[in-house]
């Protein structure tokens, strides 16, 4: 019986490392394209579907990076794509193509912060409009003072879990 559970215990760690690199390639490559971290890239994609090409989220957002149809859209647009839904993100190279360019995107609207990360990551979860309101007073510019005016748990958690994934992967992801 103790060797059937460490058997299975094997196999199930040896299918969640290949599960967790599975989407390197596409994920440096649009981490290489866009300009972002490719580790950052892979801990959004670790937090958002724990690397599921297929998942769904229940506002409507798909695949790796979760993406909702708005910023699929605008990605699209920009690569002047015609005959783009929303269901091509549930390809993983077109997922993370898409999910790097918002990142970037949302990650380049604070370059005036002391630390990006935390006001980047804090829109791609929770939206810009929440962004604003939390960057009240110091928390313009002061990434300690913005968490700390940030009101949704959730969003907290997320920032928490992405910036400590992403200091994980850094050392061995580039």
Partial sequence: MLVVVALNASAWLFWRQRQEHRYDP????????????????????????????????????????????????????????????HEHVLNPATNTLAGTYYLGKVLRRYTRTDNPLPYGLADYNAGR???????????????????????IASTRAYIAEVSERYRHYHASFR
Avoid: C
Avoid at 31 to 54: I, M, N, Q, T
């Fill in 26 to 85: 596409e994920i440096r490559a649009a981490a290489a394209r866009y300009g972002v971290a490719p580790a950052l890239v892979k801990a959004v994609v670790w937090k958002e579907s724990r690397f599921s090409p297929h998942a769904r989220g229940k506002a409507g957002e798909l695949g790796l990076m979760q993406l909702m149809d708005a910023a699929a859209f605008e990605w699209a647009g920009s690569q002047r794509l015609t005959h783009f839904t």
């Fill in 129 to 151: 409009a929440r962004v604003l309101r939390w960057m009240a007073g110091a928390a313009a510019t002061n990434s300690a003072a913005f968490l700390a005016q940030v009101d």
